[in-house]
């Protein structure tokens, strides 16, 4: 019997993730908006309607096929980065 195979199940995937984040490996789901699409996203709200208006987070989302809080949460962390 191997050392490796004494460990309990919870030891070995501990194990196991941490090794699998040493070598860059990303966890989680893939994200909707890349940050070309969160600049757009920037643009299209600074950019007013023909009536002077400013499009509503919305109308963005619409645009580029998401829900409003997508938008408003990538925006905010696009802009923490860029901060």
Known sequence: ???????RVRDRVR????????KGTKFGRKRKLGDKQI??????LETPHKDGSLPTYEEVAEVLGVNKSTI??????YKERSA
Do not use: C, P, Y
């Open 1 to 7: 019997m191997t050392a490796f195979s004494t460990m």
């Open 15 to 22: 194990f196991g993730l941490e090794a699998a984040k040493a």
């Open 39 to 44: 600049e757009r996203a920037v643009k299209l």
């Open 72 to 77: 408003s949460r990538r925006i905010a962390e």
